[in-house]
Nanobody, 118 residues
C-alpha cells in the first residue's frame, strides 16, 4: 500500500533551520505532484509548498516564501522541505502529501512535529 513517511522534525530555536524529508513507497513517485502542509494547534491544516513531477516548478504560501525550499529526488522517491530562518509561528505538525491530479491530494503521511522556540 502507499506510504508516506516524514522525518526531520524537531525542536529548534528561532532563526534556525530544519530539513524535512518524506519517503514514499507503494506508488510511482515520479507520477505524483508532492506537497507539504502544516497544522498548528487549534488551527486548520494549511498549504505550505508544492512541487511538480520533475521538480522544475514550485509554489509556496506567502508566509514561508523566501525562507523555505521544496525539492524532490525521484530516484530516491523522496521530497524535501528545507526551512530556514524559522519563526515560532512555524510551529506545527508538517505533513507531506501526494497528488496525481494536482488538485486533490490522495495520500498523506503521518506528520512530523516542528517546534520553534523564541
Amino acid at each position: 500500500q502507499v506510504q508516506l513517511v516524514e522525518s526531520g522534525g524537531g525542536l529548534v530555536q528561532a532563526g534556525g533551520s530544519l530539513r524535512l524529508s518524506c519517503a514514499a513507497s507503494g506508488l510511482t513517485f515520479s507520477l505524483y505532484r508532492m506537497g507539504w502542509f502544516r497544522q498548528a494547534p487549534g488551527k486548520e491544516r494549511e498549504f505550505v509548498a508544492r512541487i511538480n513531477l520533475s521538480g522544475s516548478s514550485t509554489y509556496y504560501t506567502d508566509s514561508v516564501k523566501g525562507r523555505s525550499t521544496i525539492s524532490r529526488d525521484n530516484a530516491k522517491n523522496t521530497v524535501y522541505l528545507q526551512m530556514d530562518s524559522l519563526k515560532p509561528e512555524d510551529t506545527a505538525v508538517y505533513y507531506c502529501a501526494a497528488s496525481q491530479s494536482g488538485y486533490e491530494y490522495a495520500y498523506w503521511g503521518q506528520g512530523t512535529q516542528v517546534t520553534v522556540s523564541s
